[in-house]
């Protein structure tokens, strides 16, 4: 191939200008007169390279850049849960564990007559038993008694829940949360935990987390206060873990109870989902007044944006949910439960009765408010 461009530059006319040396003779690199077939498809194929690269990285930069637009919304009541009504507006889940958990989830009747749900003027109860032990019947060999509620009412994009929270449950062998789903369109309709963590949670902290089906991630821009964990929200990645955000430490159980809890907002609306903490004393004053504006509150405690998650179809006909599970896949993981706690997480459940009497989720009032 040399040798036949430097012949043919031999046979041209001759050069107009004096050949310094032999190197000379030689086609330059940059001479792009000269250069062969090979070589135009691989300079041809480098700028396609370098376009793809530039275009990517645009795309990438809008991408990293991108964060949806959380302007106001106007929001109105349109439900309250609280009272002693409360708990008329759940059905009690009386089925198998699907969280493998070492519980006994029990209806409306059996509740009442353990105590597990309580409702007066000012809060509602609903607590895992502390009555049976190894020598009562029932025992709990097989399992300790709690309770899972579902709101009868199923809520979608563009609304904002206020959820008043006056005592997170703690002990050994505990799986409390607080969240929303459709279960019986898992996860096509999606899940949003609120308030969850397992076992002591004295030096843990509060997770909200979010499982979907395929295509929502949260590996995007997000602004918040809280500490990102996985960013997969779909259910088959990451054992299911969900995309989750912890909060502090005082976020769930005793740092929380002792201060008289406060209140979770949670707003899910097209352009994202947002979680905000506030312990009592610092509620916002429009949460009290009954006229919330999340746009006043500040950076959220999770932030959840559409920006690589379609949230109106990821989410959709959610339940309210408050249920304390036993043991199970989390909190009765070997590796988890030996984390905080001592021997085995069913033999506690079953033989350590005492040991749950601060069991108990306490609420105030749940608000739900609809953007007009
Ligand atoms: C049931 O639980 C509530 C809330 O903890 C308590 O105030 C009430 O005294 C209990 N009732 C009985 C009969 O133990
Ligand atoms: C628990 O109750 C079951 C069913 O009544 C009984 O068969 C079992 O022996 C009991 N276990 C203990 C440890 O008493
Ligand atoms: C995940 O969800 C799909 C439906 O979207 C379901 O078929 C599958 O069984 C689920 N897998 C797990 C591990 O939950
Ligand atoms: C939500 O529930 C309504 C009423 O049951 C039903 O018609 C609708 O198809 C559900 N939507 C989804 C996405 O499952
Ligand atoms: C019962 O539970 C408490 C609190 O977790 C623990 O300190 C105690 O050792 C347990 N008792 C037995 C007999 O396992």
């Not at 740092?255 to 004393?281: C, D, H, K």
Request: hydrophobic share 35%; net charge negative; aromatic share 12%.
């Amino acid at each position: 191939m040399a040798d036949r461009t430097k012949n043919a530059f031999h046979m041209g006319p001759p050069p107009a200008y004096k050949v310094e040396d032999e190197d000379t003779l030689s086609p330059r690199w940059y001479d792009a007169k000269r250069w062969g077939k090979k070589v135009w498809i691989a300079v041809g194929a480098i700028i396609a390279i370098i376009i793809i690269i530039v275009v990517v990285g645009v795309v990438e930069g809008e991408k990293k850049n991108a964060y949806p637009d959380y302007s106001k919304l106007s929001y109105s009541l349109t439900d309250t849960i609280s009272g002693t009504s409360f708990f008329d507006e759940f059905d009690y889940y009386t089925g198998y564990d699907p969280s493998s958990g070492f519980v006994h989830y029990v209806d409306s009747t059996v509740a009442a007559q353990y105590n597990l749900t309580y409702a007066s003027s000012s809060s509602a109860v609903l607590r895992v038993d502390t009555s049976v032990t190894e020598d009562t019947v029932p025992n709990a060999s097989t399992g300790r008694f709690s309770v899972r509620i579902s709101s009868k009412k199923q809520y979608s994009v563009g609304n904002l829940f206020i959820f008043d929270v006056v005592h997170t449950p703690i002990g050994c062998g505990t799986w409390p949360a607080l969240w929303l789903s459709d279960p019986s369109n898992w996860p096509l309709n999606g899940e949003i935990d609120v308030m969850e963590t397992v076992n002591v949670v004295s030096s843990a902290a509060n997770q909200m987390t979010l499982h979907t089906s395929s295509g929502c991630s949260m590996g995007v821009k997000r602004k918040e206060t809280g500490k990102q964990l996985t960013t997969s929200c779909v259910n088959t990645t990451d054992s299911n873990a969900g995309c989750g955000v912890t909060g502090d430490s005082t976020s769930f159980g005793t740092g929380f109870n002792s201060v008289g809890g406060g209140a979770m907002a949670m707003e899910l609306r097209t352009e994202g989902i947002r979680i905000w903490q506030f312990v009592r004393a610092s509620i916002p004053s429009d949460i009290t007044s009954g006229t919330p504006d999340p746009s006043s509150w500040g950076e959220a405690t999770a932030d959840f944006p559409n920006t690589d998650c379609n949230i109106g179809t990821h989410f959709s006909n959610q339940s309210i949910i408050a249920n304390i599970d036993l043991c199970g896949s989390w909190a009765g993981a070997t590796s988890v439960y030996a984390e905080t706690c001592s021997g085995s997480c069913e033999t506690q459940v079953a033989n350590n009765a005492t040991a749950f009497t601060d069991a108990y989720w306490e609420f105030g009032k749940f608000s739900i408010y609809t953007a007009s």
